[in-house]
């Protein structure tokens, strides 16, 4: 499996962004396709992730509210539309695609939020 992770860039406080994450190769048995981040100096962390059969969605507590996953099955593709973005929301995203156990990233995009 390969992940494809595009959208990220510079924007002001209070800006929106949106990722995306187009997956390839083997992608069948997709439990849940989703997103992490990572700060310098701090571990990586949960955003939220989407299952890939029902459509379920799932948000860390910082980013509910402001942040929307989706997914577009026939494109194998996964969506993160965030609003309201915050200076703490700089970070390092990372694509995850979850095969029930077996973890799959993609290579990181770059979200800088200015005060």
């Known amino acids: 499996v390969q992940l494809q992770a595009s959208g990220g860039g510079l924007v002001q406080a209070g800006g929106s962004l949106r990722l995306s994450c187009a997956a390839s190769?083997?992608?069948?048995?997709?439990?849940?396709m989703g997103w992490f981040r990572q700060a310098p100096g701090k571990e990586r962390e949960f955003v939220a992730a989407i299952s890939w059969s029902s459509g379920s969605t799932y948000y860390a507590d910082s980013v509910e509210g402001r942040f929307t996953i989706s997914r577009e099955n026939a494109k194998d593709t996964v969506y993160l539309q965030m609003n309201s973005l915050k200076p703490e929301d700089t970070a390092v995203y990372y694509c995850?695609?979850?095969?029930?156990?077996?973890?799959?990233w993609g290579q990181g995009t770059q979200v800088t939020v200015s005060s």
């Open positions: 995850n695609l979850d095969r029930w156990g077996t973890d799959f």
């Open positions: 190769g083997r992608t069948f048995s997709t439990h849940t």
